[in-house]
């Protein structure tokens, strides 16, 4: 399957290409730096990233253990602020906002999606996606259920609404934690390690719908030890040691739907 990948880098030419056919950009990182201080001892976990990420990209970020990718996506989630380095989310500097302000633009602008599903749990599913629109008050209590059901049925989970998170599979609950992503209709999809509990049908069922997001125009950012999903996404990027040391475009897109009709059938495993 990967020798069919052809990949290229992002060149300054082709950035600039983007931009000029209009593409938004929705994450910018100028030379985004990240030290902590353990004892007398400084860890640089980020040594200076730049990046622009542009509207209905669907890019993998890898690296090995400890090379900063969680670091990275908990600056992009404005979970965490750089020591030095300016972090532009859909137009907005997050370096100087102040954590109230801070967690307002991430609960408007971000939908995260953790290894972990993090449900809530002994709560139905319906109420797990209706969890982020809480904090807004443009929803009233009947606006909130209608969205939630809506983005429930968009992951294909619209007989499941109340069911609580210990009455679903491991790829159920993965699609409500996605429909809670969904729900506040974000700028970018944050994903860590979105796949790496389920097994290999379940994942790639999961990767179908992320395939169909990013046909949708949405922009998703998904981080994983896992090479092979970075073939189902359109740009490639590799972090070493808190450093950006690859970023290619991927002009051969495989296809995910394609990889999973392919799988043995489950009775014949
Ligand atoms: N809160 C922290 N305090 C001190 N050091 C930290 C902290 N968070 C991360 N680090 C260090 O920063 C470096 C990058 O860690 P990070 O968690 O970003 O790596 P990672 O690429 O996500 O690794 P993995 O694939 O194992 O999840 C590591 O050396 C780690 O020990
Ligand atoms: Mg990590």
Avoid: W
């Amino acid at each position: 399957m990967s020798e069919n990948t052809i990949n290229h880098s992002v060149t300054e030419q082709e950035a600039i290409d983007r931009e000029k056919k209009g593409k938004k950009v929705v994450i910018e990182l100028q030379d985004v730096r990240r030290e902590f201080h353990v004892g007398s001892e400084v860890v640089k976990a980020l040594r200076g990233v730049s990046f622009k990420i542009y509207e209905g990209e669907f890019v993998t970020i890898m690296g090995t253990s400890g090379s900063g990718k969680s670091t990275l996506l908990n600056q992009l989630g404005c979970l965490d602020t750089p020591t030095s380095g300016e972090y532009i989310l859909d137009g907005t500097p997050v370096r100087k906002m102040k954590r109230s302000e801070r967690a307002i633009l991430r609960n408007r602008k971000i939908g995260f999606i953790f290894q972990n599903y993090n449900l809530l749990a002994k709560t139905t599913a319906v109420e797990n996606v209706e969890l982020p629109l809480m904090y807004n008050k443009k929803y009233n209590a009947k606006q909130r259920r209608e969205a939630a059901v809506k983005a429930l049925q968009a992951v294909g989970l619209g007989d499941r609404l109340e069911h609580k998170s210990n009455q679903m599979s491991g790829g159920q609950m993965q699609r409500v934690a996605i429909a809670r992503a969904l729900v506040n209709d974000p700028a970018v999809i944050l994903a860590d390690e979105a796949t790496g509990n389920l097994d290999s049908r379940t994942s790639f069922e999961i990767l179908v719908l992320f395939q169909q997001l990013h046909r949708q125009g949405r922009t998703i950012i998904f981080v994983t030890h896992n090479p092979e999903i970075a073939q189902y996404s359109s740009r490639n990027i590799t972090l070493r040691d808190g450093m950006l040391c690859e970023d290619k475009v991927n002009t051969c897109i495989l296809d995910a739907a394609e990889a999973l009709a392919a799988l043995p059938k489950p009775d014949d495993e």
